[in-house]
């Protein structure tokens, strides 16, 4: 399995899929900045299940960048997934697979599952849920058990999304506050995925690397970040209200047949 995990929902999800693989699956984290500089090769009749958080409708800029420089497929079979927070995947899951496919990777199943939103718990709050982890582990399984069981595939992969995908994120920089309350405890600047927070003074954070997965915020133990730039609040209040009482469900998309009640 590879993932990209600031704040652990798509890691949740992606080891539950492995789970229903059953035998030993290796992990390549890639969240954090040291774990993206080496090339990753993969191999003929290797599967590989794949992860990322959707930002702004597509797979993350810095990301993409990366797979398209660093990943080798050589024919290894891929299991595609995005990780959403309540709103839209609109178009990651083809963008994914499109990526994937043009690194020589042959992509046999895709999902997109539901994640807490990565700047608010008011929204999808506490997802994956063990409804959501099922669904996953079962899919892992079912394709574990197809592709040991047949040579040729019916169909080439098809997933939901458009072209041209959607326009992706304009990123201005925006400061995390930190307040008073910051104990410089280092567990955020250790987290960063871009590191881009001050290692000895955990309040100076880069705001041209930052790309606000929220991943500091979410794991200050004293809760001393947050994001207080008035436009960011006024959209917040508003988007909380649209996307938190809805619930999505995860799509499952996959080269063999498949439903979610098998
Ligand atoms: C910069 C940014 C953009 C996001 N854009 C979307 C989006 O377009 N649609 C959506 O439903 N969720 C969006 N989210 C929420 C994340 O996709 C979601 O919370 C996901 O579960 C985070 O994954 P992680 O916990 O593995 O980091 C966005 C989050 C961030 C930080």
Known sequence: MLYFSATYTTKKVIKSIAKGFYDDVKEYDITLPKNRINSLNFKENDVVIIGVPVYAGRVPEFLSEYFSEKIHGNNAYAVLIVVYGNRAYDDALLELKDIFEGRGFIGIAG????????????????????????????????INEKINSIDRFPQKLTVKGNYPYRKGMVYEPVMIDTDESCINCGICSMHCPMGAIDKYDNKSIDIFKCIRCCSCIKRCPVNAKDINYDPHKKFLIEFISKYSTVRQEPELFSVFTYSISD
């Open 111 to 142: 999902g997109a599952f539901i994640g807490e939103h990565s700047y608010t718990e008011k929204i999808a709050t506490g997802r994956p849920d063990d409804s959501d982890l099922n669904i996953a582990y079962k899919f892992g399984m079912d």
